[in-house]
T-cell receptor, first 114, second 110 residues
Framework: GAVVSQHPSWVICKSGTSVKIECRSLDFQATTMFWYRQFPKQSLMLMATSNEGSKATYEQGVEKDKFLINHASLTLSTLTVTSAHPEDSSFYIC??????????FGPGTRLTVT | GENVGLHLPTLSVQEGDNSIINCAYSNSASDYFIWYKQESGKGPQFIIDIRSNMDKRQGQRVTVLLNKTVKHLSLQIAATQPGDSAVYFCATEGNNDMRFGAGTRLTVKP
């Protein structure tokens, strides 16, 4: 149990376009979902925390208008990278939690902006 | 919470040896600690956790030690195998704040 999926697993897009990444909890209801990004050889960096039905809470330095997060249901959260640029190329990971302290991670999405 | 991207320290061990990976944390309110393993190109996988009312917990081939006095956490892997090669992160949670450690890249030499 406690499986989290992400789609797509990798995506290549052109500079200036927008990309949507989905995060789904497959066998449980996630009241909270987290979005991380990870640059090569670096630790995970928390971008934002979202609770179902409410606005996401963004970490300092993360542009909320650039990284749009929608947590529309208890099993789905989406991250949209708007007007993507090459510096947005990264590994994006979501996690989902149905109770405090228990986060389950998705497999990640590799975004490459050309 | 604060997350600072850092270049990962590395640990290289011989197959069969024991590995010890360390993590220092700063949040005094942390009361739950987790170790994750992340293989290249994949999301983190849960390895083992420990709550603040314990100082040691053992799993299969892994042991986590917690020293709250000095805010230090360690992961011990017994008889390290090539499949253990990965990046290992600690994460600490407390007061709805979660933080990840910088991670350590473990390389196992056959």
């Amino acid at each position: 149990g406690a499986v989290v999926s992400q789609h797509p697993s990798w995506v290549i897009c052109k500079s200036g376009t927008s990309v949507k990444i989905e995060c789904r909890s497959l066998d449980f209801q996630a009241t909270t979902m987290f979005w991380y990004r990870q640059f090569p050889k670096q630790s995970l960096m928390l971008m934002a925390t979202s609770n179902e039905g409410s606005k996401a809470t963004y970490e300092q330095g993360v542009e909320k208008d650039k990284f749009l997060i929608n947590h529309a249901s208890l099993t789905l959260s989406t991250l949209t990278v708007t007007s993507a640029h090459p510096e947005d190329s990264s590994f994006y990971i979501c996690s989902a939690a149905d109770r405090p302290y228990e986060q389950y991670f998705g497999p990640g999405t590799r975004l490459t902006v050309t | 919470g604060e997350n600072v991207g850092l270049h990962l320290p590395t640990l290289s061990v011989q197959e069969g040896d024991n590995s010890i990976i360390n993590c220092a944390y700063s949040n005094s309110a942390s009361d739950y600690f987790i170790w994750y393993k992340q293989e290249s190109g994949k999301g983190p996988q849960f390895i083992i956790d420990i709550r603040s009312n314990m100082d040691k917990r053992q799993g299969q081939r892994v042991t986590v030690l917690l020293n709250k006095t000095v805010k230090h956490l360690s992961l011990q892997i017994a008889a390290t195998q090539p499949g253990d090669s990965a990046v290992y992160f600690c994460a600490t949670e407390g007061n709805n704040d979660m933080r990840f450690g910088a991670g350590t890249r473990l390389t196992v030499k056959p």
